[in-house]
């Protein structure tokens, strides 16, 4: 009985260890959010954040979907996931598959290798082909007076100015102290 007490239990450690390490595991940010199909140039980047994330292997399976490669960076939290969408690549929703192996310990005996996926869904979209119009909630008016032009020379120094020997007039002078 006592076996069988002990071995229920280190399973459930084992099961726990392996959950754990799966759940410790997840990608917090794919950036662009989407991508359209049908963009004049075929390639894109995709920034992706999640702990640990250098570690992983990365895979697609969406037809005209290539990954040419991965960058990783100083930090192990971020990949750099280079694409090609092919011209006759149909808009819709596939998986980007992480995949890696770690190494859990059984109890007293030797490690066991375990295999860690994340799935992360991405978005192609169908490319609008005609562009959306430009309107006034489209742009910032920024309204500056212009001040750069010389209206009033007399306040242009005085004697508690930084550096009052300054000159308007030629922009390159400057007094070393």
């Known amino acids: 009985m006592k076996k069988i007490i002990n071995f229920i239990g280190f399973g459930l450690l084992f099961f726990a260890l392996i959950s754990g390490e799966t759940r410790a595991q997840s990608i917090q940010k794919v950036e662009p959010v989407n ?8 390639k894109l980047q995709l920034l992706v954040y999640g702990k640990d994330i250098s570690a992983f292997e990365v895979s697609a399976n969406y037809p005209g979907v290539k990954i040419e490669g991965v960058q990783k960076v100083e930090s192990p939290n971020y990949l750099f996931i280079n694409l090609t969408i092919a011209p006759e ?13 770690v ?17 992360q869904p ?14 006034s909630k489209d742009l910032i008016y920024q309204i500056l007076p212009d001040r750069f032009a010389n209206g009033d020379p007399s306040n242009d120094k005085f004697p508690d100015m930084a550096d009052p020997l300054a000159d308007r007039s030629n922009p390159f002078f400057k007094t070393w102290r």
């Open 103 to 119: 190494q859990v310990k059984n109890g007293k005996k030797k490690a066991v290798d375990q295999i860690v996926k994340i799935s």
């Open 89 to 101: 690549t149909r808009a819709g929703k596939f998986m980007l598959e992480f995949r890696k192996t």
């Open 35 to 42: 991508w359209w199909t049908g963009m004049k140039n075929p």
């Open 122 to 135: 991405y978005e192609l979209k169908v490319r609008d082909k005609k562009p959306q119009e430009i309107t």
